[in-house]
C-alpha cells in the first residue's frame, strides 16, 4: 500500500508540474526558454519529471545560468511576451544539453 500511495503521488507530481510547465510556457516541456532571477534569459531542456543537472521545485529550478554564470532558481517564459532581441538572445545562450 505504501509503495502504491508513492507512485501515485510521482505521478501526480510530475502532471502538476506538466501542468505548470505548460501554463507558464505555452509547451509542455522540450527547449524552453527560461529566466534566471537576475532577469538572464536562455534556452534549456525542460521535461517535466526528470532533471539531470538542477534541482526541480514545480515549475521552478536550481540550475547553473550560463549567462550570468550562477546557481540560481529559473522559470519558462512565454516566447511570444518576448521582443525579438530577447528573444534571439535566449536562443543564442544555450545551456547544458542535459534535461
Not at 25 to 41: A, K
Not at 51 to 58: A, F, M, N, P, V
Not at 70 to 98: F, G, N
Request: proline share 6%; hydrophobic share 45%.
Amino acid at each position: 500500500m505504501k509503495r502504491r500511495n508513492a507512485i501515485v503521488f510521482g505521478a501526480v507530481g510530475v502532471v502538476v508540474e506538466a501542468v505548470a510547465t505548460r501554463m507558464r510556457s505555452g509547451r509542455l516541456g522540450g527547449v524552453l526558454v527560461v529566466r534566471c532571477r537576475s532577469g538572464h534569459l536562455y534556452s534549456t531542456i525542460w521535461i517535466p519529471g526528470a532533471s539531470l543537472k538542477s534541482i526541480r521545485l514545480g515549475w521552478w529550478r536550481i540550475q547553473r545560468c550560463p549567462v550570468g554564470r550562477h546557481w540560481t532558481i529559473v522559470t519558462p517564459v512565454r516566447p511570444d511576451t518576448l521582443s525579438p532581441e530577447a528573444a534571439r538572445e535566449a536562443a543564442a545562450a544555450k545551456d547544458v544539453r542535459l534535461p
